[in-house]
């Protein structure tokens, strides 16, 4: 499989973050909980928020629009918009579209939203990625996108502690044999769903007064089951990308978990021998911010120089679903 995608490879990367912070002893003002729980437990210091004016599609048309201007490449020369999100702006039209206006694109792309949970985005570089190996298109713009403040119940601290804002955008372009997207796995297991799920609002449950009084349109989770499944899948899925692209653990120049909590992401990166210098970890700033926490980090590892041309890079992502996926690529 990996011969197909081995053309598709980053030529630019953008990112977008709201202003406003969100820290743990903001959060000891509106639940029960304490920065050292917090902490301790999953490595959150702080989030970002967006405020009532700010939208899905507005964090993810900045993060596209930097990612354009990083690669050289006009809006009219896109010619595919696929948002990863759990967040979108309404549940129709898709975020993609949204986006695509938003942003100047030629009336002609083709747009369209993924829902693949956090690992929205390693599903959304894959499909992107198929387009170019299949020469249907030549530039596909991958962005995760959430606003998940909008989604959780502000009463509930045993996940709104977790959650952050914002938006992570790439550009994808053909590239020479041998680098950009080597490999990639995705997996499922919807027997799980109901661990990370939001009851109401869709066709199984429409919106009613009960469904609002019941607070069933915000995000519920199992987190302790969801923390297991994690631990379990992660160094799982980053070996098998490892060998679907050829590659071995000791190939690894730099490792991008999903940033859901430092206790999930320091097991994976023991189990794949690579050392935490060789690991971006940004969860202690941005919580979990789902489909945007990997290219959120990528933009930040690309930015500071610490991915260099000729690296191979490792990404991992979970979460509702329960799904997971994993990409292995060259810079
Ligand atoms: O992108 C995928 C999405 N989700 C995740 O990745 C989440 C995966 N899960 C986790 O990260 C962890 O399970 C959590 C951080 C959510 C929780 O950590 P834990 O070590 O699994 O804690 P726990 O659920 O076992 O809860 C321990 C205690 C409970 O009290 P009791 O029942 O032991 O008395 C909770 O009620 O901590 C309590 N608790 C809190 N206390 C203070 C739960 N939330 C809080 C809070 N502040 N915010």
């Given amino acids: 499989m990996h011969r197909e995608v081995v053309n598709a490879g980053i030529v630019g990367i953008g990112a977008c973050a709201p202003d406003r912070v969100l820290t743990n002893a903001d959060l000891e003002q509106l ?3 304490s920065d050292e729980w917090i902490f301790s437990r999953s490595g959150i210091r702080e989030r970002r928020i967006t405020g009532p004016e700010q939208a899905t599609s507005d964090l993810a048309s900045i993060a596209a ?3 354009l201007a990083d690669a050289g490449i006009k809006p009219e020369e896109v010619d595919l918009v696929i948002v990863a999100t759990n967040t979108p702006d309404m549940l129709m039209p898709a975020t993609a ?3 695509q206006d938003r942003i100047g ?3 002609k792309a083709g747009a369209f939203d993924l829902a693949a949970g956090c690992t929205g985005f390693v599903h959304a570089l894959a499909v992107g990625s198929q387009f170019i190996a299949a020469g249907t298109c030549r530039t596909v713009l991958v962005i995760g996108a959430e606003t998940l403040s909008k989604m959780v119940n502000w009463e509930d601290r045993s996940t709104c502690v977790l959650f952050g804002d914002g938006a992570g955008a790439v550009v994808l372009r053909p590239v020479p044999a041998g680098s950009g997207i080597l490999a990639f796995k995705l997996y499922s297991d919807g027997a799980f769903g109901h661990h990370l799920f939001i009851p109401a609002g869709g066709s199984r449950r429409p919106a009613t007064r009960e469904t609002l009084d019941n607070k069933l349109h915000f995000l519920q989770m199992n987190g302790r089951e969801v923390f297991k499944f994690a631990v379990r899948v992660m160094g799982e899925a980053a070996e098998e990308v490892l060998a679907e692209a050829g590659l071995n653990k000791s190939d690894v120049d730099f490792f991008i978990p999903h ?3 430092i206790r999930i992401i320091k097991p994976a990166a023991k189990r794949l021998g690579i050392p935490m210098e060789k690991v971006l970890v940004n969860v202690d700033r941005y919580g979990n911010t789902s489909t945007a926490s990997i290219p959120l980090a990528l933009e930040e590892a690309v930015r500071g120089g610490r991915i260099k041309s000729g690296y191979h890079v490792v990404m991992v992502g979970f979460g509702a679903g329960l799904t997971w996926g994993s990409v ?4």
Avoid: P
């Avoid at 292995?328 to 810079?331: D, F, Q």
């Fill in 31 to 33: 639940v029960d909980t």
């Fill in 65 to 67: 629009g930097r990612a």
């Fill in 97 to 99: 579209c949204l986006v």
């Fill in 105 to 107: 694109i030629k009336k």
């Fill in 259 to 261: 940033q859901a909590n």
């Fill in 328 to 331: 292995a690529l060259k810079w």
